[in-house]
């Protein structure tokens, strides 16, 4: 009992509790980045009739292990006219900035790292700034293509930005705080995108317009730019780099789950739930949280399979004429009603 | 010692650095990474006060708008290497010595002696009462500066409207004249 309590005194230390929860998201999120490497290339293979990997491993589940394998053994490649410290810093600038949003996305109830009050404001601030780590791999490499990616990503960033925040402020004005763990808890009863439908929509599109996906995925799209701001990076530093794009999505999907999916929360299955104690609750509610997650990582991947990329001008017009005005009606949509209601 | 003082100093340390290589940095783009970093230094001395809303709007709009539409600016421009120039001593010390008078009678004055409490947690609804409350609150400070703000907003429209819809009538006229 003793070496217990002595355990649990440690955890309750911040710097240890931090350390642990930094280890916990960046195990967790690299996990799924791994899998969803081989999903996304699988899926896709299926879509288009092909076999996709299926050589290391049973059905290729190997094949993420395989491709890390090989990124680390190559050849590090610095241009000689890129501007070193920064083409050098950008890998890792994204990396951080795509991890730091989820130490404020509750995966299951008191399974968060930090419930900061202010916690939507904060993913949406800190997910702003991984901007920052595409314009210094655009401009660090010195070369046109990067630069022409890096110019993309800002206009894109800038320009969807702001319709993915007015689109989460419908839900603030609901729920009367910016807590995640409230915002989930109050769709016990009935998830958001049902009470947000227009919200939704725009959070949707913006979201996949910040991901830099397919059809929006201008920053790097080949057939015009090589392969856009990360054209010049091989080995490790370009691992980094993907890793960053594919966390970047399990985040903004996670926070699509907790805003408009209801988190944790199934119809029937969770009264069930509440009603048992212990550790089991927590695993089962956060493994509906991924099997959600999932659902609409397969979406992507699917709009992804399916949708030709839009050309750069149609992409700032969708984002400044269509869903900003929309967004705009959202908010005021939903504060008529929650006034008229009263 | 407690941690919370060491972070601060930390934390300051790193803010006065990034301050000081905005101006120093040789390459202007290392500039604008500068300033971002700096942004990021003094929000978190902004959560260190338990002002957290503050942090957010800090980061947000200053390291994640402001920052990056300065980067988009620069990218614009041609990479050239800045010469290194030398700064002369009286213009240095004429510069301290008026940054030291500064500072000084600003310490005099009594509001400047006022050390921040840490803000209530939930500061969120604080300020938005203070900002939105009628009868004490400064809603009309507010109201107005958004107007401003939105008029400054329309003034810039206005001036970029102008010389693109004159440059595309100009060469409408040229094109219209060769053919």
């Given at each position: 009992?003793?070496?217990?309590?002595?355990?649990?005194?440690?955890?309750?230390?911040?710097?240890v509790k931090s350390a642990i929860g930094a280890i916990g998201i960046i195990t967790f999120l690299s996990l799924n980045v791994l899998f969803l490497t081989w999903l996304e290339r699988k899926l896709i293979a299926r879509v288009q009739i092909r076999y996709g990997p299926n050589r290391a491993g049973k059905f290729g589940l190997l094949q993420p292990i395989a491709d890390g394998a090989k990124l680390i053994t190559k050849e590090d490649i610095i241009?000689?006219?890129?501007?070193?410290?920064?083409?050098?810093?950008?890998?890792?600038?994204?990396?951080?900035?795509?991890?730091?949003?989820?130490?404020?996305?509750?995966?299951?109830?008191?399974?968060?790292?930090?419930?900061?009050?202010?916690?939507?404001?904060?993913?949406?601030?800190?997910?702003?700034?991984?901007?920052?780590?595409?314009?210094?791999?655009?401009?660090?490499?010195?070369?046109?293509?990067?630069?022409?990616?890096?110019?993309?990503?800002?206009?894109?960033?800038?320009?969807?930005?702001?319709?993915?925040?007015?689109?989460?402020?419908?839900?603030?004005?609901?729920?009367?705080?910016?807590?995640?763990?409230?915002?989930?808890?109050?769709?016990?009863?009935i998830w958001f995108v049902f009470l947000q439908p227009i919200?939704?929509?725009?959070?949707?599109?913006?979201?996949?317009?910040?991901?830099?996906?397919?059809?929006?995925?201008l920053p790097e799209s080949e057939s015009e730019l090589v392969a856009g701001f990360h054209t010049e990076y091989s080995g490790m530093r370009f691992a980094l780099l993907l890793f960053a794009e594919y966390i970047h999505m399990v985040v903004a999907v996670?926070?699509?789950?907790?805003?408009?999916?209801?988190?944790?929360?199934?119809?029937?299955?969770?009264?069930?739930?509440?009603?048992?104690?212990?550790?089991?609750?927590?695993?089962?509610?956060?493994?509906?949280?991924?099997?959600?997650?999932y659902i609409i990582i397969v979406i992507l991947m699917w709009i992804r399979a399916t949708l030709p990329r839009i050309k750069i001008t149609q992409m700032i017009g969708i984002g400044w004429k269509v869903l900003i005005p929309i967004a705009l009606l959202n908010i005021l949509i939903t504060s008529f009603v929650l006034v008229v209601l009263k | 010692m407690n941690f919370e003082l060491i972070f601060f100093f930390i934390i300051s340390l790193i803010t006065i650095f990034c301050a000081v290589s905005v101006i120093k940095a040789r390459e202007?783009?290392?500039?604008?990474?500068?300033?971002?970093?700096?942004?990021?230094?003094?929000?978190?001395?902004?959560?260190?006060?338990?002002?957290?809303?503050?942090?957010?709007?800090?980061?947000l709009v200053y390291a994640g708008a402001v920052t990056i539409l300065i980067l988009f600016a620069i990218m614009f421009t041609k990479k050239e290497r800045a010469r290194a120039e030398k700064e002369s001593l009286p213009k240095l010390t004429l510069v301290s010595i008026f940054l030291f008078n500064f500072?000084?009678?600003?310490?005099?004055?009594?509001?400047?002696?006022?050390?921040?409490?840490?803000?209530?947690?939930?500061?969120?609804?604080?300020?938005?009462?203070?900002?939105?409350?009628?009868?004490?609150?400064?809603?009309?400070?507010?109201?107005?500066i958004s107007v401003v703000i939105l008029a400054a907003m329309i003034g810039a429209v206005f001036v970029a409207i102008k010389k693109g819809v004159k440059k595309e009538i100009k060469r409408d006229a040229t094109e219209g004249t060769k053919r």
């Open positions: 009992m003793d070496i217990i309590e002595i355990i649990m005194g440690i955890l309750k230390n911040p710097l241009p000689k006219k890129a501007d070193k410290p920064v083409f050098i810093l950008a890998p890792a600038v994204g990396f951080l900035f795509a991890v730091l949003p989820a130490v404020s996305i509750p995966l299951a109830g008191g399974l968060i790292v930090s419930d900061l009050n202010i916690g939507v404001l904060y993913i949406v601030a800190v997910a702003s700034l991984s901007t920052i780590a595409i314009i210094m791999a655009g401009w660090g490499s010195n070369n046109k293509y990067t630069l022409l990616g890096g110019m993309r990503a800002v206009g894109q960033s800038l320009s969807y930005e702001i319709p993915l925040v007015l689109s989460i402020i419908g839900i603030i004005i609901f729920v009367g705080s910016l807590s995640m763990t409230e915002i989930v808890d109050a769709q016990k009863n919200g939704f929509l725009v959070f949707f599109v913006a979201a996949i317009a910040e991901m830099g996906r397919i059809p929006f995925d996670a926070l699509m789950v907790a805003l408009f999916f209801g988190g944790w929360y199934l119809p029937v299955i969770s009264t069930f739930i509440s009603s048992m104690s212990g550790i089991v609750p927590v695993i089962l509610e956060a493994g509906i949280f991924i099997v959600k997650m | 202007i783009f290392h500039s604008a990474l500068y300033l971002a970093m700096m942004f990021l230094g003094i929000a978190s001395l902004f959560i260190m006060l338990n002002a957290e809303f503050l942090a957010a709007i800090q980061v500072i000084f009678f600003i310490s005099q004055a009594s509001w400047w002696n006022y050390v921040p409490d840490k803000i209530m947690v939930g500061s969120v609804r604080l300020i938005g009462s203070l900002l939105f409350d009628f009868q004490e609150g400064y809603v009309l400070p507010f109201e107005i």
